[in-house]
């Protein structure tokens, strides 16, 4: 192996275990007693990403795996040492002692040249040190009841997903009708959602109106604007802030379309980012005025449940399917037409359904990129004005005046730049 090559392997475990070592440092309150210190610091962690990247190049050098085995087990007793010495003066914790093991472990990759691994595994264990006390707020947020969503929404990825048929059995237009192919969509805008609930978690709901509505917006804007439309009704002072959260909910909800659609079909994302775009610069803009305009304390939160149970996973699959053969059905007897009526009809529920069924058909040619973008463009407008409708229905006077501005700004403007295409 070259000089300059072996060098550059080395040189990776230094940088990692320097990483490392710096963050276990400084970990420690520096008020607390010495005797509280962590074992190894940030030249003990980088000495033994050394080690590791020494065991292994021995290893390979000797041809024996057994010494690379042998510096494991060697400094492994250390570690358990150092870790009986600690228990003793009462701190019971294994953070460091795992953390030190994985050092090793990460330098020996290095050397067998798996940089993209060790660098990921490095930023990943110091990001995990470093977020300790964000890290166990976020888990004293959680409740049973998400644990075990978390864990249905792991087993529908990892296990119901792979074993369902990649393929349609049925004629046209049920020929769109792909078992894999919808469960996957269910997972997609189910994990979309359940990231913004982490958000929530981890940030915490009363951050502002502006933050929540945002947050919110990931997981759901209907129920932002349905959230705040009811609070105006007792703190109609908040008017404004309140619609600056809704109008930021709505925002993310375009957004949204754009990362649903670029995951899923580029073309079309080339054709209706144009529209869709436009929507969201309008409330992008009119949630500037409203951010900028006086007001009072916007110190309110919001409430979001956990976003993914089974019940619901599985209406929103038959609800896609359904408007995947609708819009199919409707396509073929109707001409665009029916495609656009069908759109306006799913986005009076839901506009992730309509997204993500125009993009399958689009992909495959069974509607033309532009009345796929127009037609997702129209589910969104229908979608914002039922949510409007909430704001008009359930929300203050002094909401109404402060949100109708930019709810027929952003719907003009959507409406207008879909007729455009």
Not at 257 to 264: S, T
Not at 305 to 330: C, D, H, K, M, Q
Request: net charge neutral.
């Amino acid at each position: 192996m070259p000089h300059h090559t072996l060098f550059y392997r080395f040189g990776v475990a230094v940088f990692v275990g320097l990483l490392i070592g710096l963050q276990r440092e400084y970990s420690y309150d520096e008020e607390e007693k010495p005797s509280k210190r962590t074992f190894a610091g940030v030249r003990t962690f980088t000495l033994m990403s050394l080690l590791g990247c020494t065991g292994a190049y021995l290893a390979e050098l000797f041809r024996s795996p057994w010494i690379f085995v042998g510096v494991l087990i060697a400094v492994g007793s250390l570690i358990t040492v150092a870790y009986y010495a600690s228990a003793k003066r009462g701190q019971m914790g294994l953070t460091t002692e795992v953390s030190a093991i994985l050092s090793i472990l990460t330098g020996a990759l290095a050397f067998w040249d798996e940089m993209a691994l060790v660098v990921a595994l490095g930023v990943v264990t110091t990001a995990l040190l470093s977020f300790k006390g964000e890290l166990h707020r976020f888990a004293e947020r959680l409740n049973r009841e998400d644990v075990l969503a978390t864990l249905k929404f792991a087993i529908i990825t990892a296990i119901v997903l792979p074993v369902l048929p990649d393929q349609s059995f049925w004629p046209v237009p049920f020929d769109v009708l792909n078992p894999y192919k919808i469960w996957l969509m269910v997972v997609l805008i189910s994990g979309i959602s359940f990231l913004g609930y982490v958000l929530v978690k981890v940030v915490g709901s009363r951050r502002g109106v502006g933050l929540t509505g945002f947050l919110g917006g990931l997981v759901s804007s209907t129920a932002v604007t349905l959230s705040f439309s009811q609070r105006s009704q007792k703190n109609a002072q908040l008017a404004k802030p309140f619609a600056l959260a809704i109008t930021i909910a709505w925002l993310v909800m375009f957004i949204r379309i754009l990362i649903v659609v670029g995951a899923l079909n580029i073309p079309l994302l080339s054709v209706v980012w144009l529209p869709i775009t436009a929507a969201g610069v309008a409330a992008l803009v009119y949630g500037a005025y409203l951010y900028l305009a006086p007001r009072l304390d916007d110190d309110e939160d919001v409430t979001v449940t956990n976003p993914f149970e089974l019940g619901p996973a599985i209406t929103f699959g038959l609800l896609y399917g359904v408007i995947l053969l609708v819009s199919r059905a409707a396509q073929l007897y109707f001409g665009d037409t029916g495609v656009y009526l069908s759109s306006i009809l799913s986005g009076l529920a839901d506009v992730d359904a309509i997204t993500l069924s125009m993009s399958e058909l689009s992909n495959t040619g069974a509607v033309t990129m532009e009345t796929a973008a127009r037609a997702i463009t129209l589910a969104a407008m229908s979608n914002t004005v039922v949510k409007g409708g909430i704001v008009i229905s359930g929300g203050s006077a002094a909401l109404r005046r402060a949100f109708l501005p930019g709810f027929l700004l952003i719907l003009v403007t959507g409406i207008t730049a879909a007729a455009l295409l």
